[in-house]
């Protein structure tokens, strides 16, 4: 698992201080490229190469909100990988 922290900025905030959700899936974004950079997976050099790596699917339950200002932590973890997805991935993006 990979941690990161960090505060919530004005601009990722409405009128009220709330973080608009849309901002969420950014922070997800955030981790993913953490973990896979611990993972020793460098993005740069993979789409330099033609490899991809979208994203199909998103899911996320709102438990409570952030406000401007609070420090937040994001944790990812992986939790499926299959070397047949993966191969045949790289092989279609190849």
Not at 69 to 76: P, Q
């Amino acid at each position: 698992m990979i941690k990161i922290t960090d505060r919530v900025r004005f601009v990722e905030t409405d009128l009220m201080a709330v973080v608009h959700h849309s901002n969420y899936l950014r922070w997800f974004e955030m981790g993913r490229v953490a973990y896979l950079r611990a993972a020793g997976v460098d993005l740069n050099d993979l789409r330099a190469a033609g490899y991809l790596f979208p994203i199909t699917d998103v899911q996320c339950k709102y438990k409570q909100s952030a406000y401007f200002d609070d420090e937040y932590e994001v944790r990812t973890t992986l939790t499926a990988f299959s070397r047949a997805k993966w191969s045949s991935a790289m092989r279609s993006f190849a």
